[in-house]
């Protein structure tokens, strides 16, 4: 299948600092790519979608402003927590959406493990 | 998306099948079933998927009813490395701008 690859896998910021997550597919483009957050024995929860050329359609209750998101090329997107703090810490995972005739199919990130101290 | 159910959890022994039952019974005549598994503090990883027929790939088979309304994923010899959440989700296959919308799942421990 599909690769995506995710970096960092884990990081640890002071509270205050900014953090930025790489999201990269390896072997196919991908114009679409969605970054979800997962919290502790919790489903994975979408927070926005990420459209290359374009800006990112955030849900609701997701700060835009906070989580910056960069589409720059069909092959990258990261994820920039800014000002990070405590509760922020959670896992974080994207995913690339690779299209395979008239069927699409999604690759996932190995995540990024954050903790805000 | 239609919504599907799961049971929580599930233990299986080691070297024996894992079925692992989905209840869609709302899913609509265009929308495939797909599997997805996510060990622990790893990203999901894609199973298998399918329409109506059943399917079998390197690491699963995939049993959907004739009605459509449940399905069953099974993994045939279970190892402690399949120790993971299964997810089912329903969903079209087109698109390339719907994202997936991950239920509970189904924690599933394979006891040695």
Known sequence: ?117 | DAKTTQPPSMDCAEGRAANLPCNHSTISGNEYVYWYRQIHSQGPQYIIHGLKNNETNEMASLIITEDRKSSTLILPHATLRDTAVYYCIVRTPSGSARQLTFGSGTQLTVLP
């Open chain 1, 1 to 117: 299948g599909a690769v995506v690859s995710q970096h960092p896998s884990r990081v640890i910021c002071k509270s205050g600092t900014s953090v930025k997550i790489e999201c990269r597919s390896l072997d196919f483009q991908a114009t679409t790519m969605f970054w979800y957050r997962q919290f502790p024995k919790q489903s994975l929860m979408l927070m926005a979608t990420s459209n290359e050329g374009s800006k990112a359609t955030y849900e609701q209750g997701v700060e835009k402003d906070k989580f910056l998101i960069n589409h720059a090329s069909l092959t990258l997107s990261t994820l920039t927590v800014t000002s990070a703090h405590p509760e922020d810490s959670s896992f974080y995972i994207c995913s690339a959406r690779y299209a395979r005739g008239r069927e699409t199919e999604a690759f996932f990130g190995q995540g990024t493990r954050l903790t805000v101290v």
